[in-house]
């Protein structure tokens, strides 16, 4: 599956399923997080798009630009199209004394991407990301909520093999 950056229209079957998630989780601003959590995660590209941010700001009462700081402020939220894997390696003080700056360049390697970057297919994207609390394995890389720590070159080869080899679940 490659992703487009055009902006498409959502279907009914995605206008549904948003307002279902804003339902299910609540209509206030105190559930704005985890909605826009949920949202993000359950849509195919992996971001929270003007379509969408309207819906969630028509249905929580919240103005726009309100929900645009919420978007831009918390990192682990996108008003970018995402890769399907978004591969983080955290370059906290114990990860770095660690070696995550080897890290970066195993993953590098691996991916043939530079951090910052997304691989052509859209399969793959690579940043930083803060302390995740597991100094004892660091460095580590995080993909989506798993932590992989205690890492070398064929351990990094073997998670981005297994990886690319599941790209259509």
Same mark, same amino acid.
């Given at each position: 599956?490659?992703?487009?950056?055009?902006?498409?229209?959502?279907?009914?079957?995605?206008?549904?399923?948003?307002?279902?998630?804003?339902?299910?989780?609540?209509?206030?601003?105190?559930?704005?997080?985890?909605?826009?959590?949920?949202?993000?995660?359950?849509?195919?590209?992996? %971001?929270?798009?003007?379509?969408?941010?309207?819906?969630?700001?028509?249905?929580?009462?919240?103005?726009?630009v309100d929900l645009y700081d919420i978007l831009t402020f918390y990192d682990m939220l996108s008003t970018k199209p995402r890769a399907k894997y978004k591969i983080e390696v955290c370059t906290c003080a114990s990860c770095y004394l660690n070696g995550s700056d080897s890290l970066v360049d195993i993953v590098e390697?691996?991916?043939?991407?530079?951090?910052?970057?997304?691989?052509?297919?859209?399969?793959?994207?690579?940043?930083?990301?803060?302390?995740?609390?597991?100094?004892?394995?660091?460095?580590?890389?995080?993909?989506?909520?798993?932590? %992989?720590?205690?890492?070398?070159?064929?351990?990094?080869?073997?998670?981005?093999?297994?990886?690319?080899?599941?790209?259509?679940?």
């Amino acid at each position: 599956m490659s992703y487009k950056l055009v902006s498409k229209p959502l279907s009914e079957e995605q206008t549904k399923m948003v307002n279902d998630i804003i339902e299910k989780n609540g209509s206030t601003k105190k559930d704005i997080l985890n909605t826009l959590i949920e949202l993000q995660d359950s849509l195919e590209e992996k %971001y929270i798009g003007e379509e969408v941010a309207k819906i969630v700001s028509d249905k929580i009462g919240i103005p726009l630009v309100d929900l645009y700081d919420i978007l831009t402020f918390y990192d682990m939220l996108s008003t970018k199209p995402r890769a399907k894997y978004k591969i983080e390696v955290c370059t906290c003080a114990s990860c770095y004394l660690n070696g995550s700056d080897s890290l970066v360049d195993i993953v590098e390697r691996n991916l043939g991407i530079k951090l910052g970057e997304h691989t052509d297919d859209w399969l793959f994207e690579f940043e930083k990301c803060s302390c995740v609390g597991a100094c004892e394995i660091g460095p580590i890389i995080k993909v989506g909520n798993e932590i %992989y720590g205690n890492l070398n070159e064929r351990l990094v080869a073997s998670i981005i093999g297994e990886l690319r080899d599941n790209k259509d679940l």
